[in-house]
């Protein structure tokens, strides 16, 4: 092949000169060692070496392109249709927020409803007239022991402000037919009533006689619809009235 080294070939057998005269060998040898051909390879790293500075320059060339083409400013037209995107990725977030904020709003409308049907505006066992509570006692008491019940309950022996609340009243105290301690007193000062608030009498329902104060009589006790006055000591039954709370988130 055209470029590699050939081995060394004599051009004959050798010979020998012995006394002027020249004998040939009969067993030439010939040499089997065959030199490396740094000629034949040499000429191919030259090929190599320039596809290889190709290549890199290729790649170096791919990268500052797209280097350039990041850094190229978007058209108006991309970026108009960049922002419409993101107002409709906005806008579809707000109205999954909304959506969700309706629907707790609804959770919570049902559950007060649900809470309102539970409610109860007085405690168990008192009675509702006219934004207050009644609780009407099944033991006997004297009156001071009667207001003290109230006032353990967080509420007071009642007073009377107004003709429907004498009739309420009324209804109770004919149903159970009882005397029973209002929140009416002169102890303090005889002949000068006053409620357990403090408060002077203004509006009344005296019994045809009374108060006669027989017998030093300076609390008042309710008899059917009309009103007596009687020792404190006595032993009667009581009613209790505080206000009627309002249920939650009503």
Same mark, same amino acid.
């Given at each position: 092949? $055209?470029?590699?080294?050939?081995?060394?070939?004599?051009?004959?057998?050798?010979?020998?000169?012995?006394?002027?005269?020249?004998?040939?060998?009969?067993?030439?040898?010939?040499?089997? !060692?065959?030199?490396? +051909?740094?000629?034949?390879?040499?000429? #191919?790293?030259?090929?190599?070496?320039?596809?290889?500075?190709?290549?890199? %320059? +290729?790649?170096?060339?791919?990268?500052?392109?797209?280097?350039?083409?990041?850094?190229?400013?978007?058209?108006?037209?991309?970026?108009?249709?960049?922002?419409?995107?993101?107002?409709?990725?906005?806008?579809?977030?707000?109205?999954?927020?909304?959506?969700?904020?309706?629907?707790? !709003?609804?959770? /919570?409308? =049902? %559950?007060?409803?649900?809470?309102?049907?539970?409610?109860?505006?007085?405690?168990?066992?008192?009675?509702?007239?006219?934004?207050?509570? !009644?609780?009407?006692?099944?033991? &006997?008491?004297?009156?001071?022991?009667?207001?003290?019940?109230?006032?353990?309950?967080? $509420?007071?022996?009642? %007073?009377?402000?107004? %003709?429907?609340? =004498?009739?309420? /009243?009324? !209804?109770?105290?004919?149903?159970?037919?009882?005397?029973?301690?209002?929140?009416?007193?002169?102890?303090? #000062?005889?002949?000068?009533?006053?409620?357990?608030?403090?408060?002077?009498?203004?509006?009344?329902?005296?019994?045809?006689?009374?108060?006669?104060?027989?017998?030093?009589?300076?609390?008042?006790? &309710?008899?059917?619809?009309?009103?007596?006055?009687?020792?404190?000591?006595?032993?009667?039954?009581?009613? +209790?009235?505080q206000p009627l709370a309002p249920c939650p988130g009503l």
């Amino acid at each position: 092949m $055209a470029g590699e080294c050939e081995p060394k070939v004599p051009g004959g057998p050798e010979e020998d000169t012995f006394g002027g005269q020249r004998f040939a060998k009969k067993d030439p040898v010939v040499s089997t !060692y065959r030199p490396k +051909c740094l000629p034949g390879s040499w000429g #191919r790293w030259p090929l190599l070496l320039l596809l290889s500075l190709s290549l890199a %320059i +290729c790649f170096l060339l791919l990268v500052t392109t797209l280097v350039q083409v990041s850094r190229i400013p978007k058209s108006p037209q991309v970026e108009a249709q960049d922002h419409q995107e993101n107002s409709s990725l906005v806008a579809a977030s707000q109205d999954q927020v909304l959506s969700g904020l309706e629907q707790i !709003y609804q959770q /919570l409308s =049902q %559950i007060n409803t649900s809470l309102a049907r539970l409610c109860r505006p007085c405690p168990w066992n008192w009675e509702p007239f006219q934004g207050n509570c !009644y609780l009407f006692s099944r033991t &006997l008491g004297t009156w001071e022991s009667s207001v003290s019940s109230c006032q353990d309950m967080g $509420a007071h022996l009642v %007073i009377i402000n107004s %003709i429907e609340e =004498q009739r309420f /009243l009324r !209804y109770w105290n004919i149903r159970r037919n009882q005397l029973t301690w209002i929140g009416l007193s002169d102890q303090k #000062r005889e002949g000068s009533w006053r409620w357990v608030d403090h408060t002077p009498l203004q509006l009344s329902f005296w019994k045809e006689g009374e108060p006669n104060n027989s017998g030093d009589e300076d609390c008042v006790e &309710l008899h059917e619809n009309t009103w007596n006055d009687n020792t404190c000591t006595a032993q009667n039954f009581w009613i +209790c009235e505080q206000p009627l709370a309002p249920c939650p988130g009503l």
